[in-house]
């Protein structure tokens, strides 16, 4: 199941304080990544892709980052699902590096980063 659907999307400014109040993280170059475990959601995983202002100046470079790191989650989503089974997450990917990496550098370190991240995940939640 390849898709990225409007329910796997979070958008709730509530939320995503949470998330960055008291929800956990780690920084795995270029990406930062941090998660919360959440009671009730629509979709296993709520995700937000973000791409610093005061890194790209240009709409055009950052639209064309967050697109690609969504279609590098996109693909990659199941490993999370099959990790997380019953549990439910919000969880926000930031891009820190200060340069574009090219597509295949960036979707081996974003892979390695979701990676890292299902291993966490097994053993905070179990």
């Known amino acids: 199941m390849q898709t990225f659907s409007k329910n796997e999307r979070l958008c709730s400014k509530i939320l ?12 795995h170059s270029p990406v930062r990544i941090s998660w919360l475990e959440i009671a009730e959601s629509p979709a296993p995983i709520r995700v937000v892709i ?4 005061r890194s790209f ?20 989503k199941q490993n999370l699902y099959d990790v997380l089974g019953e549990k439910k997450i919000v969880l926000i990917l930031i891009y820190t590096a200060k340069a ?5 550098e960036l979707e081996q370190k974003t892979i390695e980063a979701l990676n890292r991240l ?8 179990k």
């Open 16 to 27: 995503i304080d949470r998330l960055f109040e008291s929800g956990k993280s780690f920084h």
């Open 50 to 53: 973000s791409v610093p202002k």
């Open 57 to 76: 100046k240009k709409a055009v470079d950052r639209n064309k980052l967050k697109r690609q790191i969504r279609e590098i989650y996109r693909k990659e």
């Open 100 to 104: 574009k990496l090219e597509f295949k």
């Open 118 to 125: 299902g291993k966490t995940l097994v053993t905070e939640l």
